[in-house]
C-alpha cells in the first residue's frame, strides 16, 4: 500500500478556501485516491474519491497532477462546521477488496 | 436506511468486567469492520468479516477480544476481562460489493467506552 504523508493540523477562517495536499509518493498505477472526513464525536465519513484531474461534488473538489504523486482537497468558503479531520487514503484497484486504512489525518480548525 | 447503528453509545464499566458492543450493519452490505480509536494510537483496524465469515483479525490487541457475526445484521465485539488501557471510542463499519473494493465504507456513530 501506497503510504500517505498529509499536515498534522491546519487552521483556517470562516469564508476561506482551504486545500489541504496529501503526497502519497509511490501510488501504483492503477491506485485511486479517497478522502474521509470527520467530525469530532462522529465516524469518518467517505466524502470524495478520485484518479486523475480533477472531482468535484458537493462536498469538495479533488485535483491530481498528472504524476499523480499528491493530491489536494479543496473546500471551497469553509464553514465553522468544516471543522474536522480529514484523512487521504490511497485505493489498490485490484487485489480484491481494499480495507480503509487510516492514518492521524489532517485537523482542520476553522476560526470565526 | 438507518445507516450503520452502534450500542450503546457510551458505557462506562469497572476494570475486569465483560462488556459487549453491538452492530447493525446497512442492509445489504457484506463487508463489516471494527475499528477502535485513540488519541495515542488514532484509527485501528480490529477485524473484519466478508459473508459473516472473519477476514483478518489481525488487528485484535489479545486474546481479551472477540468478534462475533452470527448473520448478516448483527455483529458483536467482546472483551473479557476488560482492562482501562481499553478506554476508547469503537467504531463499526459497513461495505458492499465494488464499492468496498474502492475503499468506500460507511460508519456508525461509535461506542464510547471507559473503563476504570
Request: charged share 20%.
Amino acid at each position: 500500500l501506497a503510504k500517505t504523508t498529509q499536515p498534522i493540523s491546519m487552521d483556517s477562517y470562516e469564508g476561506q478556501e482551504v486545500n489541504i495536499t496529501c503526497s502519497h509518493n509511490n501510488i501504483a498505477t492503477n491506485d485511486y485516491i479517497t478522502w474521509y472526513q470527520q467530525f469530532p464525536s462522529q465516524g469518518p465519513r467517505f466524502i470524495i474519491q478520485g484518479y486523475k484531474t480533477k472531482v468535484t461534488n458537493e462536498v469538495a473538489s479533488l485535483f491530481i497532477p498528472a504524476d499523480r504523486k499528491s493530491s489536494t482537497l479543496s473546500l471551497p468558503r469553509v464553514s465553522l462546521s468544516d471543522t474536522a479531520v480529514y484523512y487521504c487514503l490511497v485505493v489498490p484497484a485490484s487485489g480484491g477488496s481494499y480495507i480503509p486504512t487510516f492514518g492521524r489525518g489532517t485537523s482542520l480548525i476553522v476560526h470565526p | 436506511d438507518a445507516g450503520v447503528i452502534q450500542s450503546p453509545r457510551h458505557e462506562v464499566t469497572e476494570m475486569g468486567q465483560e462488556v459487549t458492543l453491538r452492530c447493525k450493519p446497512i442492509s445489504g452490505h457484506d463487508y463489516l469492520f471494527w475499528y477502535r480509536q485513540t488519541m495515542m494510537r488514532g484509527l485501528e483496524l480490529l477485524i473484519y468479516f466478508n459473508n459473516n465469515v472473519p477476514i483478518d483479525d489481525s488487528g485484535m490487541p489479545e486474546d481479551r477480544f472477540s468478534a462475533k457475526m452470527p448473520n448478516a445484521s448483527f455483529s458483536t465485539l467482546k472483551i473479557q476481562p476488560s482492562e482501562p488501557r481499553d478506554s476508547a471510542v469503537y467504531f463499526c463499519a459497513s461495505s458492499f460489493g465494488f464499492r468496498a473494493r474502492q475503499g468506500e465504507a460507511f460508519f456508525g456513530q461509535g461506542t464510547r467506552l471507559t473503563v476504570v
